[in-house]
């Protein structure tokens, strides 16, 4: 069993950066595809980052060049860091885990076990 908890969400104005966090818990984070996903009120959870277990990273085109992944393996914990912010990255942000982290399915929903919580974003205008 995987248990993830994400943290460092909140209120920041356009053009302004944060860090998330997701901390795991049984399961090493260098031995798993962690991805970063996202759900605005009304819509569906999209993908946002992944770093596959091979130290791979993925991201969704809308935030390419503002966000990267990356890992601290001593921590155990998979960070999203979040530049440029804009009013369309509102959010409720979650963290999920998978051991397998097939390529072609990485951006999909149901390619994840294991969830956070969530942790909530908001751009200000």
């Known amino acids: 069993q995987v248990q993830l908890v994400e943290s460092g969400g909140e209120l920041v104005q356009t053009g302004g950066s944060l860090r998330l966090s997701c901390t795991a818990s049984?399961?090493?984070?260098?031995?798993?595809?962690i991805a970063w996903f996202r759900q605005a009120p009304g819509k569906e959870r999209q993908f946002v980052a992944a770093i596959r277990w091979t130290s791979t990273t993925h991201y969704t085109d809308s935030v390419k060049g503002r966000f990267t992944i990356s890992r601290d393996n001593a921590k155990n914990t998979v960070y999203l860091q979040m530049n440029s912010l804009k009013p369309e990255d509102t959010a409720v942000y979650y963290c999920a885990a998978t051991a397998t982290g097939i390529l072609s399915t990485i951006q999909r929903v149901s390619a994840y076990n294991y969830w956070g919580q969530g942790t909530r974003v908001t751009v200000s205008s």
């Open positions: 049984g399961r090493t984070v260098s031995s798993t595809t």
